[in-house]
């Protein structure tokens, strides 16, 4: 059966660009599952599945629906648990959660400075007004002003990649030798600002760019493509 995953899309449909969307679509091809991606612009998200105030990602499998990129990642381990593992086990179910965690509250921020126009350009008009509206009320300023505020270089997310940079130094992946869905989590986060802005924020010879640029090979360069379909 084939799985389909709603994602974020700008005005260009195949431009998929969320990160807690990319986790799940690197989850499902993890598992070697067949999927399809519904795009899904921000103007429709919250109606996504018949809900009323739904976020994306949302995967539709058989009956089952389910939202929230953790609980689907929980999910497809507790139904495809004869496929490759996502978390190593309960521990790394356990310790999987901490990198979410760290990711959203640490990466996201310093990857919003330096895309959140170039996210905002991509969208269709009312997408436009949308994410203008909702964001300027989260930041308490226009998306000018908080773009302005930041200047766009690498060092704040260099500065908070610093952990990664250093476990990835002795190891191949926060998994370990195989990628496990903590890698997807953070791969997210990195794939987000990849994918919205043309600057390439991540240069240089570190471990983090080698990790990430393996990733983005992976599943026959699913993230380079930004392929709709598998
Ligand atoms: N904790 C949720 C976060 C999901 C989320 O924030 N999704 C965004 C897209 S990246 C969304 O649906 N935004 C819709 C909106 O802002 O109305 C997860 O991990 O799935």
């Not at 990711?103 to 895309?115: D, F, M, N, R, W």
Request: glycine residues 8%; proline residues 4%.
């Amino acid at each position: 059966m084939t799985i389909q995953i709603y994602e974020l899309c700008g005005a260009d449909q195949k431009h998929l660009f969320s990160p807690h969307c990319w986790k799940v679509r690197m989850a499902v091809a993890h598992k070697g599952l067949q999927w399809e991606t519904i795009p899904v612009p921000f103007t429709e998200v919250a109606a996504t599945e018949g809900g009323d105030s739904r976020r994306v990602p949302v995967i539709r499998d058989g009956d089952n629906v389910v939202e929230e990129s953790f609980e689907i990642a929980k999910y497809l381990e507790a139904n495809y648990a004869d496929k490759p593992s996502l978390f190593g086990g309960a521990a790394g179910e356990a310790l999987s959660l901490q990198i979410v965690n760290w990711s959203v509250v640490t990466l996201h921020p310093e990857v919003a400075k330096l895309c959140l126009m170039d996210i905002y350009k991509a969208l269709a008009p009312a997408d436009q007004e949308f994410f203008r509206t909702t964001r300027e009320k989260m930041f308490g300023c226009t998306l000018e002003e908080f773009s302005a505020k930041h200047p766009k270089n690498a060092d704040g997310l260099t500065k908070a990649l610093t952990p990664l940079e250093m476990t990835l130094k002795t190891q191949s992946f926060i998994g370990g030798a195989t990628p496990l869905f903590a890698d997807y989590a953070v791969f997210g986060a990195l794939q987000w600002l990849n994918t919205t802005s043309s600057t390439d924020y991540l240069s240089g010879d570190t471990a983090v760019l080698r990790w990430f640029n393996t990733l983005l090979d992976m599943y026959d360069g699913m993230g380079r493509k930004g392929k709709l379909a598998a």
